[in-house]
């Protein structure tokens, strides 16, 4: 490795951990192979009304001679706004050119919010529209999808386990395009019952609605805090359609902290690359926020 890469890799991985220590659980790592890692931000962190996720992927040249590579993912932004912010971003980067700047960035997106839920303007209507669009695409869903064909179409992929500590992660994969079938996934998975015994079963799974150009997802974290979010969140950003990724934790007795999260979504995501259901993290990072979506989240206590 050259000295210069070997400095700026160095300068990156002290840039990482400062924003996992500043942020805690706003701070994701998606992938760390590939350097790809997101922070959800806020305007007020106990009663948000605008929220913005931030998702960057770091160049071998950063801080050096490259800016990071950033995908601002928000429902509301959008034209000017969005432009706005952009150009915010890219003129803290010309300013500090050869710095580390994601702290600057997300402060930068934090004091945005924080004005425009100052302004006199509502917050985002965003749940009344998804539960309508969510409705309305699961009834079309529903109807398409018959009982025979389902059955059909049901197939498994199971990946390796890996252990850390004594705990012991498993991703299992199924193809799904309606939402009996996620139903008919778990319900068959449970069947086996080491999978069953699994202290924790995460998963997520995003159907492509054709009609509407839309997705129709969800996600469950069977007591693992944020561990649901995450994996759909990781599902999103590779950009993946009409599958389920469940993953299986057997807990150790020895806490992870935020490792759990790490062997969590790269469980997920090498089956999901395994089964070529993704692009390269370049092609996915350059295709997320394309596709409209509609998501709804569950949050249960951490183990």
């Known amino acids: ?53 931030l998702q960057v992927m770091l160049p071998n040249e950063y801080p050096g001679t490259a800016p990071p590579i950033y995908q601002l993912n928000a429902p ?15 003129e803290i980067y010309i300013q500090n050119i050869g710095e580390s700047i994601l702290y600057l960035w997300v402060e930068k997106i934090r004091d945005v919010l924080i004005q425009k839920s100052q302004m006199t303007e509502p917050g985002p209507d965003v749940k009344k529209k998804t539960e309508e669009e969510d409705v309305e695409c699961e009834d079309d869903l529903i109807l398409a999808c018959q009982p025979e064909s389902s059955l059909k179409a049901l197939d498994f992929d199971i990946s390796e ?19 009996k079938q996620v139903k008919m996934v778990l319900s068959k998975l449970y069947e086996n019952k080491k999978i069953a015994s699994a202290t924790h079963n995460i998963y997520a799974y995003r159907i492509y609605c054709e009609d509407k150009q839309t997705f129709l997802q969800d996600c469950e974290d069977d007591g693992e805090t944020a561990a649901g979010g995450r994996l759909l969140h990781l599902m999103e950003i590779l950009n993946v359609k009409n599958v389920m ?57 951490e183990h």
């Not at 490795?1 to 220590?21: F, L, T, V, W, Y």
């Not at 994701?28 to 305007?43: L, T």
Request: overall charge neutral; hydrophobic content about 35%.
């Open 1 to 53: 490795m050259a000295e210069g890469d070997a400095g700026s890799d160095q300068r990156q991985n002290e840039e990482i951990e400062a924003m996992a220590a500043i942020y805690g659980e706003e701070w994701c790592v998606i992938d760390d192979c590939a350097k790809i890692f997101c922070i959800r931000i806020s305007d007020d962190i106990d009663d948000p009304k605008w929220t913005l996720c």
């Open 245 to 301: 990724v469940v993953v299986s934790r057997w807990y150790g007795g020895i806490l992870l902290g935020p490792d759990r999260f790490k062997h969590i979504n790269n469980c997920a995501r090498n089956i999901l690359v395994e089964k070529n259901y993704t692009n390269s993290p370049e092609e996915s990072s350059k295709a997320l926020g394309k596709n409209k979506k509609v998501r709804k989240d569950k949050k249960r206590n």
């Open 76 to 90: 509301w932004l959008k034209g000017q706004e969005r432009a706005d912010l952009s150009n915010s971003l890219e």
């Open 161 to 179: 386990t890996r252990t850390d500590r004594r705990s012991t992660f498993q991703a299992h994969l199924a193809p799904v395009v309606c939402p």
